[in-house]
């Protein structure tokens, strides 16, 4: 076990400087330069050349990696070029906005999720079944930000019961703050709850056909009881990698839906940054987001191995 | 599940028909503008009512809907086309160098976020539906790599390739002509789910401005340029999202029922 | 479960709160976020629509009619050859440190703004000043080169306001000026506070918080107002909404004039837009009210040159250049374009670009022209056509006030390069003589539309969505601010 802990550590810093690499490179090749963008349309030629001075664009590409790496390593991310504040701050406030958005729509998607899969898997046949499954597809098949336009319609607008958007903050309490997450959170959590619907209800069908299902319906369970106590938990395997899958997916994914309702969440900050060329920033975030999702899928393995041994050699 | 597949099908194929149609002819010319006839509500004329340009809704949803299939069909082309050999080639070594190597670059595709990928794509070469094409297609590969592998390292252990092995086939002649066609089904099945994800991240791709610029209509910009309209308009909003709706909901249904029309052992529980 | 509704108690009382406060709050919503708070070293305008005149004050200042008038400079002298001007300052102003304002603040200011390391995007506003003497703690006498008939109205700007060196390390994120307001917090993303400066040495402000929120898309400063998120909002990106909101007894709109000349702008040195006979044909493949229909939704007054036409000396040129497509026809065809040409027509962001290349391309197409269409960010935008020129046709607003200098400027990128019009700026540079000038200004607006340098569009509008009872808001934009000194709650 400890051996093949090593082996995937290894791979993991692997796969992180790779990506860093990658990174680097995509954005040395951006067009667009960061100190004429700022300047804007009427600056001089020296003006430009004492700004780039400044915010360190002047280096060699070489140069300009080494120092984001080893920077990245002590937790330093830089300055941003546009805001001037460290890129580590800016990170740091936006996930007071994505982690809980993330959070809270994956919670929904569960909520929605779990009933609604026992309920069909339980009555299998039935028109009710019939009626999940097509919510779900429809739920799959809806643009969300198309969805999240309506909402706003509806609720924020016409019916005032929601925020239409922005970010109250936590310091004016959190039912303030849970209020302005709640519209973005549901146009994130509809999609991912059909798909978690649709996952676990077909991981409970295939438990439902193994012996001990069987044994427990011989003794007397009904079709739902031998569902709830012994189904269930097995089932929880494949449920868990994609409630995995969804989180790191929820914590990037949301640009659109944070442009939808201007939340100032990681995904917009990397959008704002793009369009500034502030390429210290796009970095960083996008560095960090791969770092979630590779960390995600690291404890994913350990846990399988865990749990199945017979994985530990193999891939 | 012969309904999903014929509910399915009929959706697809009518929004396809009506984009190959509107290669012959489109009720009004959308190259047209006519800012005098704006946002006007569905008509006897314009059934489903003109936009801000006073172009026709419906026409533009039958030109948009090229752009939609155009993009998402390309980008799962090169999902396939690159991602199936290298699926094929990483199963003839299970765990070899080539596995390995293929495996870890399929995973660290998957690490980035997509769409802040496509983003910064388009922020280097610029919006355009071939930027559009190159992103959704990146992360097709690992997805039909990794279905590939997981299937033909399976058929690589049945008595049939076995076979193959002892008359003296190399591996590549194996991958062609044995494995290869036991995954046809499989392909078609995926490729329908991944088209159908490739019509919505086309049309949130150009919703946010980095799909297919204009005049060249699409879907997702129809969206966007109906948004500030939407509280006085819906029409402008409505048409476009439900076009996108029906397109992907036609195809996974589609995709479904051809897997159980193709594929009995992949039911898994589809009754 | 009591902790849950304990929370939504608080909840309750803090919007309760909110309301019962909201007489002296205001929330403004804006479009874009400045990139930090110092107006003397960035180009953006939106650093000035959140510090100019609430926060930063210059020796002169723009008014809300566009005239400039005394500032922190209380008079000035100007010497019989119009090169030294000495300004008085008043007495008792306080930085928001508690710091005095003296003639050091002054000199500090114009010399840090004209210095070779200077980061001032505006540096040639500066480049006149030839020495800057503190004559005594409330004079300064600033001495040019040569004389400037402008260059009262350069220190208006927000590019000159006044900075204290004590305070000068922190301002990109904690600005230090004079203005009735005082910076407080800034969530980066979201919001910027002010609040009420009690020390301020004018007729102090009427509002005690003041909170910028910033929302970039269109539809969403659409919903923030409709649901009173925020109480104003200058610059509503989104024209289609304001009929609703003038229909809504909740809200009033003011629509008001800017500097904005929004041209189409033609490269002047690309075949075979270098022909005087293509550009002309263009101009007249254009119908200007389809454009401002289209893409402003009425709003929008039409020009025939680069002039604004709420500016005495302007003159009507539009019907030069009236729609006539059978006329672009024919020109192209006397030019041997009878099949006309494709040229590029790239896009920066704002709507009247987007929406208003899509309308031209179509329009253009009608005569024969086809356009290959780009929608750039400004960042590309600046680099590709602005600096490197590489661009047949593009839209842009021209928003800085008084601006038809650009066009002695060969190397700008339109590239109009033309002996007379450039002795004729000199002219008018060196003349002080108001019926003169004005005459020059004339002659100047009618050799560009002679010359069919660029396609005129309309001078950009700007509309103002506010609360129906809040008073004191600017209605018209002579510069980018959101002067907030003067507003107030109506009861």
Redesign the interface.
Known sequence: MLRYVLQRLVSLCLSLLVASAVIFLALEIVPGDPAAYMLGLNAQEDTLAALRDELGLNGTALQRYGSWLSGMLHGDFGISYTYRTPVAEMIGDRLWVSLPLALFALGLSCLIAFPAALWAASRRGTLGELGVMGMTQLGIAIPNFWFAMLMVLIFAVNLRWFPAGGFAGWEEGLFAGLKSLTLPAVALALPQASILTRVMRSALLDTLGEDFIRTARAKGLTRGQALRRHALRNAMIPVLTIIGLQFSFLLAGAIIIENVFFLPGLGRLVFQAISARDLIVVESVVMLLVFAVILVNFTVDLAYAWVDPRLRGRR | MRRNLILGTGLSAMFAGAALLSFFWVPFDIGALDIANKIKPPSGAHWLGTDHFGRDILSMIMVGGRTSIAVALVAVGIGMGLGVPLGLAAAVQRGGWLDEGIMRANDLIFAFPSLLIAIMITAVFGASAVNAIIAIGIFNIPVFARLTRGAALGLWTRDFVLAARVAGKGAVRISCEHILPNLVNLLIVQGTIQFSLGILAEAGLSYVGLGAQPPVPSWGRMLADSQTMISFAPHMALSPGLAILLTVLGLNLMGDGLRDLLDPRLQRGQR | MTCVRN??L???L??AGISAQAQGDIVVGLQL?P??LDPTS???GAIDQVVYANVFEGLTRFDPDGSVGPGLAESWDISEDGLVYSFHLRSGVRFHDGTELDAKDVRFTLDRARD?????????LFAGIETVKVIDPLTVQVTLKAPDGSFLFNMAWGDAVIVAPESIGEI??KPVGTGAFMFDDW????RIELVKYAGYWGEPARLDHVTF????????A???V??E?VDAFPGFP?P??L??FEADPRFQVLVGSTEGETILSINNKLAPLDDVRVRRAITHAIDRK?VI??AMFGLGTPIGTHFAPHHPDYVDLTSQSAYAPELARQLLTEAGYADGFTITLKLP?PSYA??G???I???L??VGIETE????????W???V??GHDFGLTIISHT?PFDIDIYARPEYYFQYDSAAFQALMAALKAEADPEKRSDLLVQAQKMIADDYVNAYLFQLAIPTVANARLRGLWRDAPTQATDLTAVYWDK
Do not use: C, Y
């Not at chain 3, 070779?116 to 040639?124: F, I, R, V, Y």
């Not at chain 3, 929120?213 to 969403?220: E, N, R, V």
């Open positions: 929370w939504g608080a909840g309750v803090a919007l976020e990139p930090h960035a180009a953006a070779d390391t200077s980061q001032n995007a505006q540096k040639a990109k994120h969530v980066q993303g979201d929120k910033f929302i970039s898309d269109p539809t969403a659409f919903a923030a409709m649901a998120d989104a289609e909404n009929p609703q389809s229909d289209g962001p987007r929406r290349g899509e309308i391309a179509a329009q197409r009608s269409v780009t929608n750039l960010e400004w960042a590309q600046l680099e590709q602005f600096r800085e």
